[in-house]
């Protein structure tokens, strides 16, 4: 596995073929609901079905492959927007005078074809996304991509970087195999975390392996708020108590700033610069395909970040 660094191994980025092939794609929503209804707080599970359902209509096997997939490479922003106080606890409601934004991330080769099963559901027939009190029409589809090797060389001619990174839904960040979530948002588990879900979405090529010690050698994270967070991924039947329970994960929403040791190798700022952005792509650690870790990154010049945004 490779650590980018030099312009010998973006020379060799170049020449990979599976260049053509693999590009993290995002496909960006402006909906507006068909009435008033009420959402629960954590809304991204109902999204997710919404959107599952919709895909199912048009290609069975594709939707039964982003379902089973065993790490998550399809992410849901919430929703953003005004939002009137809720009837009940832990919900809001929609208000059809407003417009609400969203935002789906795609890493997964296969799971381009999901930008074409949108468009013809949403663009194409007009369908809305239905949820369980009511629907959003969808006033504006659009998509942006961005290749790997992007993702790596943007951000190179940055002398002195920073990293505005901004958790917009709860970030739920596992600690391996335990029961055990972050609810910080440290350096080691945030580009861990970015690291496992770059490293099984990108060919061979474009493999990077960075050390946890490296990540808190070299990174430094400087918190500007944060709250933490209990979110609602799923919902289960309970057979014993005869109702619908929640199943819940932890974690945290905020800001957070991260900068380079002085003796930071050039390399490990290479590759922790392109899990930055590809974090937009791909979200911050589990369930984010319903509607947690959904992130918005500004990369610029220590400096100037300092400056104008503190």
Not at 162 to 175: A, E, K, N
Not at 245 to 251: A, E, K, T, V, W
């Amino acid at each position: 596995m490779l650590i980018f660094g030099n312009n010998a191994y973006i020379d060799r980025f170049k020449s990979l073929n599976t260049y053509y092939q693999v590009m993290p794609q995002m496909i960006k929503l402006i909906t507006r609901p068909t009435s008033a209804f009420e959402l629960p707080s954590s809304e991204g599970y109902q999204l997710y079905s919404a959107l599952l359902n919709m895909m199912r209509d048009d290609d069975e096997d594709l939707a039964t492959y982003a379902h089973d997939s065993p790490i998550s490479r399809l992410s849901l922003s919430p929703l953003r927007g005004v939002f009137v106080p809720g009837d009940r606890p832990r919900h809001k409601k929609l208000d059809p005078a407003h417009s609400y934004h969203m935002k789906i991330g795609i890493i997964d080769e296969r799971e381009r074809d999901f930008f074409s099963s949108m468009a013809r559901q949403l663009v194409l027939r007009a369908k809305n996304i239905r949820l369980e009190r009511g629907e959003l029409a969808v006033e504006r589809f659009s998509t942006s991509s961005a290749s790997f090797e992007e993702l790596i060389i943007s951000p190179l001619n940055i002398e002195d970087p920073c990293i505005d990174m901004r958790f917009v839904s709860p970030t739920c960040i596992q600690y391996k195999n335990s029961r055990v979530y972050e609810m910080f948002p440290h350096r080691e588990a945030v580009f861990s975390s970015l690291l496992s879900k770059w490293n099984a979405a990108s060919p061979d090529g474009f493999k990077m392996s960075i050390d946890r010690d490296e990540m808190a050698r070299f990174v430094i994270e400087r918190p500007i708020s944060y709250e933490t967070h209990s979110a609602v991924v799923n919902t289960v039947f309970d057979h014993i108590k005869g109702h619908s329970r929640p199943i819940m994960r932890h974690g945290f929403t905020g800001r957070c700033l991260y900068t380079f040791a002085d003796d930071a190798p050039r390399d490990i700022k290479n590759g922790i610069l392109a899990l930055s952005r590809f974090a937009e792509f791909s979200g911050v650690g589990s369930a984010v395909s319903r509607g947690c870790g959904a992130v918005e990154v500004t990369i610029g010049d220590s400096c100037c970040v300092a400056k104008n945004k503190l």
